[in-house]
């Protein structure tokens, strides 16, 4: 099941750079996009999400860009800092809040003091 | 901030034995579920809850496994006859409403190790 796909495990940025994280999605279905951000031991935290009525959302550091036509999504840290240093998950839902997250096999983000 | 919460953090269990993993969503939550990630896979979706029923559950989730909201408070995972393969991080979720832009609230999950 690759119905999201994050190909790049790793990321390495330098702080105060832009980090640009990307997701891919083959079923048309999917309705709503989150990211979420994980460290170790503890669950996904919700960072930010975007309908696909819209192609950008902005909260604080982070934009989420969506790219219907290409099935693509990517989140936008700017400035990056220490704290962001993270695994980040995309995940997307069918929809009317149908239920079931689909996960993407994460990417691994470290900032580089 | 509310918070999911899960207990225990980590369980060892010998193989063939039953385990009851808990959980405690937020308060005002109606809709709750369970996901699981195996080392160095993804998360995946197990079931969600709601209204006291299933309301979707995916193929990992065969009769061994149950889940049930015993009182206003808890909601839990039974695996009846547990196997080498269900070892994974098993992860507990909620969210208020049915509406798409209600995210999920993630709890920090139970290790379950199966001997």
């Known amino acids: 099941d690759q119905q999201v796909k994050q190909n790049s495990p790793s990321l390495s940025v330098q702080e105060g750079r832009i980090s640009i994280l990307n997701c891919d999605y083959t079923n048309s279905m999917f309705d709503y996009f989150l990211w979420y951000k994980k460290y170790p031991a503890e669950g996904p935290t919700f960072l930010i999400s975007i309908s696909s009525i819209k192609d950008k959302n902005e909260d604080g550091r982070f934009t989420v860009f969506l790219n219907k036509s290409a099935k693509h999504l990517s989140l936008h840290i700017v400035p990056s800092q220490p704290g962001d240093s993270a695994v980040y998950f995309c995940?997307?839902?069918?929809?009317?809040?149908?239920?079931?997250?689909?996960f993407g096999t994460g990417t691994r983000l470290t900032i580089i003091p | 901030e509310p918070e999911v919460t899960q207990t225990p953090s980590h369980q060892v269990t010998q193989m063939g034995q039953e385990v009851i993993l808990r959980c405690v969503p937020i308060?005002?939550?109606?809709?709750f579920y369970w996901y699981r990630q195996i080392l160095g896979q993804k998360v995946e979706f197990l079931v969600s809850f709601y209204n006291n029923e299933i309301s979707e559950k995916s193929e990992i989730f065969d009769d061994q496994f149950s889940v049930e909201r015993p009182d206003g408070s808890n909601f839990t995972l039974k695996i009846r006859s547990t196997k080498l393969e269900d070892s994974a991080m098993y992860f507990c979720?909620?969210?208020?409403?049915?509406?798409?832009?209600?995210?999920?609230?993630f709890g920090d999950g139970t290790r379950l190790s199966i001997l």
């Open positions: 995940a997307a839902c069918p929809p009317l809040g149908n239920e079931k997250l689909t």
């Open positions: 979720a909620s969210r208020p409403g049915p509406l798409s832009n209600q995210p999920q609230h």
């Open positions: 308060s005002n939550h109606l809709y």
